[in-house]
C-alpha cells in the first residue's frame, strides 16, 4: 500500500525532527503528583493545588457527585471531594485533566477523531483502575491507570502529526480517511512503543503500547487488565475502532484473569459510568 508507506513516512519523518508540539505537562498536576508522592496528606495544601485551577475544581466536583463513586449527599466543595475521592484518585483525576489538552488539533476533522480518542483512552484509564482494584490485585492500580491512559498513544501521535502536517503543507494532496485509518491501525502500537521508548518512559508502559493488540501477548497481569478494559470500552462503542459486537468471555484476558459473567456484566456497568467522568 504505497500510499499509506507515504503517509506514514511523513508522520515519521514529523516525530523525528523534534518538532511535534505536544502540550507541556499541567503544573497543577505535577505539584499534586509530587505532593503524594511526598506523602503530604495535608488536605489544605491539596485543596489549594487544585483550586489553583478552574478547570481542575471543576473536574474534580463532577468526579465526586458521580455514580461510580457513590455518593449518597453532594459533595459542593473541593474539601469534602478530597475526603469522598481520597488523595491518590484526586491525582489520578488531575492527570486525565491534564492529559485531555493533548487530544485537541486545528483540522476539524482530526479534532473530531481526537476527542472520540480521549473518551477511549480516558475511560479505558479508569476502567483498568477499577478492575485491578476488583481483582484484588495489589500495587498495581497506578501502573493499570497510566496503562490504559498511554495504551493508545500511538494514534495520538499520528493524529497530532498529521494535523501538523496539514497545517504546514497546504500544497499537499488530500489523504483518504480509509489511508488514515490504514494507518492508524496497523502503525499506532509500533509508533507507540517507539516514542515512549524514546521519553525513557517506563518499562510497562511501554509494553502496553506495543503489545496491547498482540495476539501472542505475554501473560502479564497489568497488559491483560488494560486488554481487557480497552476491549470493554470498545465494545461499548468508543474509540476510532468501536466493536460493539465483541464476545468479552471469549477473549483471552477472561481466561487468565478468571472474570465470570457477573464481572464482566459489572465492568460494562462500571464503563458506562466512567463515562460521566471521562467525557
Excluded at 489544605?44 to 478552574?54: G, K
Excluded at 504546514?168 to 490504514?182: D, F, K, R, W, Y
Aim: one cysteine or more; hydrophobic letters at 45%.
Amino acid at each position: 500500500m504505497p500510499q499509506n508507506d507515504s503517509l506514514l513516512d511523513r508522520i515519521i519523518q514529523q516525530i523525528d525532527s523534534g518538532n511535534l508540539k505536544m502540550p507541556v505537562y499541567d503544573p497543577v498536576a505535577l505539584k499534586l503528583q509530587e505532593a503524594i508522592a511526598n506523602k503530604t496528606e495535608d488536605i489544605l495544601e491539596i485543596e489549594q493545588l487544585v483550586l489553583s485551577d478552574q478547570v481542575a475544581a471543576a473536574e474534580v466536583l463532577r468526579a465526586a457527585n458521580s455514580p461510580f463513586f457513590c455518593g449518597l449527599s453532594p459533595v459542593r466543595t473541593i474539601r469534602n471531594a478530597i475526603v469522598r475521592l481520597g488523595t491518590q484518585q484526586m491525582r489520578r483525576l488531575v492527570i486525565l485533566v491534564s492529559e485531555r489538552a493533548k487530544y485537541k488539533a486545528h483540522n476539524p476533522d482530526i479534532h473530531r477523531m481526537l476527542l472520540e480518542l480521549w473518551r477511549h483512552a480516558s475511560t479505558t484509564a479508569l476502567a483498568s483502575q477499577w478492575l485491578s482494584k476488583r481483582l484484588r490485585s495489589t500495587g498495581i492500580e497506578e501502573i493499570c491507570f497510566i496503562g490504559g491512559l498511554l495504551h493508545d498513544i500511538g494514534k495520538l501521535v499520528i493524529l497530532r502529526a498529521m494535523d501538523q502536517i496539514k497545517e504546514s503543507e497546504t500544497n499537499i494532496p488530500a489523504v483518504s480517511q480509509e489511508v488514515l485509518t490504514s494507518v492508524l491501525q496497523t502503525a499506532h502500537c509500533a509508533l507507540g512503543y517507539r516514542l515512549l521508548m524514546s521519553w525513557n518512559v517506563p518499562p510497562i508502559y511501554c509494553q502496553i503500547a506495543r503489545d496491547h493488540h498482540n495476539e501472542d501477548f505475554l501473560e502479564d497481569l497489568p497488559l491483560a487488565i488494560v486488554r481487557l478494559a480497552n476491549a470493554g470500552s470498545r465494545k461499548l462503542g468508543l474509540g476510532l475502532d468501536p466493536n460493539p459486537s465483541m464476545d468479552l468471555s471469549a477473549t483471552p484476558e477472561v481466561e487468565m484473569l478468571q472474570i465470570g459473567d457477573k464481572l464482566l456484566s459489572e465492568l460494562e456497568a462500571m464503563i458506562e459510568e466512567h463515562l460521566l467522568i471521562a467525557a
